[in-house]
């Protein structure tokens, strides 16, 4: 028996103009975008194209875990203003096309 869901389309189930973010954008910039538009991850971009993913998790991966456990916001943004979010990305992420199915 043939599994269907191996055949739905991407487009079925892809953000089509997703919310973009530079590499030089602090990762509490992005993580605040993330929180404002309840998404999980951003394509990071450049003049010239896609370099890379970031999702929260890279961005609460790279903070110190001090910072995890504190409840002052401006601790922990300070925090991750440490590294751009080119630095804690996962740069050049395998792309799907539009025709492709999942």
């Known amino acids: 028996m043939r599994d269907h869901r191996l055949q739905t389309p991407i487009t079925d189930c892809m953000t089509p103009d ?45 903070q110190p875990a001090a910072v995890g456990r504190t409840r002052d916001r401006a601790m922990a943004m300070r925090a991750l203003s440490k590294n751009a979010v080119g630095e804690v990305m996962t740069a050049n992420p395998r792309v799907v096309t539009e025709g492709d199915t999942v």
């Open 18 to 62: 997703p919310l973009p973010v530079m590499p030089d954008v602090m990762p509490g910039g992005g993580y605040d975008l993330m929180l404002m538009h309840s998404i999980r991850c951003m394509p990071v971009i450049r003049v010239g194209g896609r370099v890379g993913i970031v999702g929260s998790s890279d961005v609460l991966h790279a």
